[in-house]
């Protein structure tokens, strides 16, 4: 891989990890909920359910579901119904710990199940297959650098998402600061959801 290629896959992956989305907006409401240590099962695992979903596409899986608009739109409804139903709980929580009695307690194979039922995951994930990685005689060595360096970005930009929704817990426990945090988060859910839902697995 050229200088140039890693560039550009470098602006993608800062592009595409640090935006605002349903991951990052989860690990923000699950440190500013119950504290940084909560968050990070949900935070390792991102990287690791998207991982599994670039070596899947990697090895043709991606191309298959795109290929098959109905079990597309099922991974789209899945994901869609999911978000909603975080959306609705999160924008219920009002004092902190306050989600765990509702059930928002998005964890590890909760956070890993998400990455499989967001299309936008799958779509980003054929990108970079199809930018980057197949057709290639060095495919091998292309994915042993893209793997970690999209595994990084992923970690990373949720850690930093929810450092800052950490840091401002003992703010969000004044008044109706928090509900007033978690219900702006939920909205971001509802117009990831709204995003996926109108979004061409083709495009």
Not at 7 to 21: D, E, K, Q, V
Not at 25 to 54: C, D, E, K, Q, Y
């Amino acid at each position: 891989m050229n200088a140039s290629e890693l560039s550009a896959l470098l602006l993608l992956a800062t592009a595409m990890s640090f935006s605002p989305g349903p991951n990052t907006t989860l690990s923000s409401a699950l440190a500013a909920n119950h504290g940084l240590r909560h968050a990070m099962p949900f935070i390792w695992a991102v990287p690791a359910g998207w991982g599994l979903v670039l070596l899947l596409c990697t090895a043709g899986v991606g191309a298959l579901v795109v290929a098959q608009p109905a079990l597309a739109l099922a991974i789209k409804l899945f994901g869609v119904a999911y978000l909603l139903w975080l959306a609705f709980k999160l924008a219920r929580s009002a004092r902190l710990g306050e989600a765990d009695a509702r059930r928002l307690d998005v964890g590890f194979v909760q956070g890993i199940a998400l990455q499989f039922v967001n299309i936008k995951a799958w779509m980003l994930a054929l990108a970079i297959v199809a930018g980057w990685i197949a057709g290639r005689d060095d495919l091998l060595q292309r994915l042993a650098v893209v793997l970690p360096l999209m595994l990084c970005f992923a970690f990373f930009s949720n850690l930093a998402y929810a450092l800052i929704g950490a840091l401002l817990r003992n703010w969000l426990a004044q008044g109706r600061r928090l509900l007033c945090f978690n219900r702006v988060m939920a909205a971001v859910l509802v117009l990831t959801a709204v995003w996926m839902l109108q979004a061409k697995a083709g495009a």
